[in-house]
């Protein structure tokens, strides 16, 4: 079938830059988002960007889109031990709420 | 607080025991939808709701039903368990065309 595809784990110091990738399925995606997971919580809403965009910037979090490649990346700058969690990467699709999420990458930030 | 609430957070259940987990949304949202999540799958979609009374398969609705008699309501209901269904499950509610908001989270185990 065709899937949202993320790498499913990712290391970094604190203080250095995370980058996590994602290649989506459908060009007619409308918006593409990034959720975290806390252990124990359910998903929070992170950022998302709307298809007609490339990037999207909110404070430490820089949202990049490619739509030629359907490629999607989260960059968090500066990322600190509270970062630790699953990031997932979703598409949505025609009506808006039929959304496909990846797997989800595990970021460790490492003291 | 505008939340999505799910109860209970945690279910240890034995194969053929019916049982349901409740979900409930304060925000007056149209859609809302069951998700489970698999560890290397990420989320997949159960069934989903437009409104009251409207209900749709996701991608795997079997050995689960849904119900949608009031707009806050949505729970999730399984007839007859089996050790393949033990997974986390969360519920999930928006507007049309609005991120989805995710409950916490219910650990269902079936042995």
């Known amino acids: 079938g065709e899937d949202v595809e993320q790498s499913l784990f990712l290391s970094v110091r604190e203080g250095d830059s995370s980058v996590i990738n994602c290649t989506y399925t459908d060009s007619s995606s409308t918006y593409l988002y990034w959720y975290k997971q806390e252990p124990g919580a359910g998903l929070q809403l992170l950022t998302y960007i709307f298809s007609n965009m490339d990037m999207k910037q909110d404070q430490r979090l820089t949202v990049l889109l490619n739509k030629k490649d359907k490629h999607l990346s989260l960059r968090i700058a500066d990322t600190q031990t509270g970062d630790s969690a699953i990031y997932f990467c979703a598409e949505s699709l025609h009506n808006n709420n039929d959304m496909r999420f990846g797997a989800g990458t595990r970021l460790t930030v490492k003291p | 607080e505008a939340q999505v609430t799910q109860n209970p957070r945690y279910l240890i259940t034995v194969t053929g025991k019916k049982l349901t987990v409740t979900c409930s949304q304060n925000?007056?949202?149209?859609?809302m939808s069951w998700y489970r999540q698999d560890p290397g799958l990420g989320l997949r979609q159960i069934y989903y709701?437009?409104?009251?009374?409207?209900?749709d398969k996701g991608d795997v609705p079997e050995g689960y039903k849904v119900s949608r008699k009031e707009k806050r309501n949505f729970p999730l209901i399984l007839e007859s368990p089996s050790p393949n269904q033990t997974s986390l499950y969360f519920c999930?509610?928006?507007?049309?065309?609005?991120?989805?908001?995710f409950g916490n989270g219910t650990r269902l185990t079936v042995t």
């Open positions: 999930a509610s928006s507007f049309i065309g609005s991120p989805l908001h």
């Open positions: 925000m007056n949202h149209e859609y």
């Open positions: 709701s437009m409104n009251v009374e409207v209900t």
